[in-house]
């Protein structure tokens, strides 16, 4: 980890997760400065670089160069969105710890009225999306409804319409450091942990440049992880079910022996058995994918990997007494890039 002693603590900190967000960067860190300086605060840019393939890392590292306020992690390789926003907020300093997204759909503009919230006595302000510019029908339609569903089915409150965007106080960062779950939605973390909590309300911007990084698939996975992270419903539907198709076998039978005793031979035939046993043995094994989705978060904590991996980290303050918890920092050699000064490296 690399370090300048003469480093003090900063105030506020912005935790940004990067991914292939060579077109943004520049952007991004402008709006940034233009507003923060506004604050009259200390502050630091964090950027999680989640192994981009492109020109990001290059970008972030002459901005660190020309602006220590901006620090830099550098993942061993793509660790995903949440991990990313995980790492981001282990590695902060800040009293308070802004997140949002680098494609500039969460305007910095925004975080003005977090800090007034914050300043206010409010330990986590989340923002709520009142609007999505650019967002297709169907995507606005699904996330709405999975929204709600989560709403229903969970036992805490997690806002409606809201996304990672937020500021959250010192001591909630560092209750969540506690929380090290592998699967992770992070927004439903900072619900879970309490204190108190008010929403704003914004208007989500078009994407600046690039393509999302959320396609379809990305969201299944991430709808998956709430659910499973906070419910128990899932696996309470099999349960659910189970007695009620016992109820209606029941209820089957006492017909089918009063129709045959009647003479009635309605039920003759092989078509209504198949029917039945693909219909029960189609929902057990529906409960079986859900059963084994449980069990593979089971089975990936019981491992006990380390949820990410910093291959080297730039203009880091080494703090011994906020040790990160069951991640790895791998021992760098002086970075070998000409445009970056040799700093003194600690591991």
Request: glycine residues 8%; proline residues 5%; hydrophobic residues 45%.
């Amino acid at each position: 980890m690399t370090g300048s002693g003469a480093q003090t603590r900063p105030t506020l900190s912005i935790v940004v997760p990067i991914w292939n967000e060579e077109a943004v960067i520049p952007e991004l860190y402008r709006r940034v400065v233009a507003i923060m300086d506004q604050t009259g605060e200390s502050w630091e840019l964090v950027c999680v670089n989640d192994g981009s393939s492109d020109r990001s890392l290059e970008l972030l590292l002459d901005l660190h160069a020309r602006d220590p306020r901006v620090k830099v992690l550098d993942f061993s390789r793509n660790f995903g969105h949440q991990i990313a926003i995980t790492a981001g907020t282990d590695f902060a300093q800040g009293d308070a710890v802004i997140v949002m997204d680098a494609d500039l759909q969460d305007p910095p503009e925004t975080v003005l009225r977090m800090i007034e919230q914050w300043r206010a006595g409010y330990e986590v302000v989340y923002a709520r999306r009142i609007s999505r510019l650019g967002e297709t029908k169907f995507k606005l339609l699904t996330a709405g409804l999975f929204y709600r569903l989560l709403q229903r089915i969970t036992d805490i409150h997690i806002p409606l319409d809201t996304g990672d965007f937020r500021l959250m106080d010192r001591r909630v960062v560092l209750a969540m450091r506690h929380l090290r779950e592998q699967h992770r939605f992070m927004r439903g973390l900072s619900s879970w942990v309490g204190f108190r909590q008010i929403g704003i309300e914004y208007e989500r911007a078009e994407r600046f440049a690039g393509e999302t990084k959320y396609p379809l698939r990305k969201m299944i996975k991430l709808a998956t992880s709430a659910i499973t992270g906070f419910s128990y419903v899932p696996l309470q539907l099999a349960t659910y079910l189970g007695f009620g198709m016992a109820t209606l076998s029941l209820l089957g039978i006492l017909v089918t022996i009063i129709l045959r005793l009647s003479g009635n031979n309605f039920f003759l035939g092989q078509a209504t058995t198949l029917v039945s046993v693909l219909f029960l043995g189609g929902v057990q094994l529906i409960f079986l994918g859900i059963i084994g989705e449980y069990l593979g978060r089971i089975y990936d904590e019981v491992k006990g990997r380390p949820l990410y991996i910093v291959s080297r980290a730039y203009g880091f303050i080494p703090d011994e007494s906020h040790a990160i918890p069951r991640s790895v920092i791998l021992p760098a050699e002086p970075p070998n890039h000409a445009h970056v000064p040799h700093e003194k490296q600690a591991t």
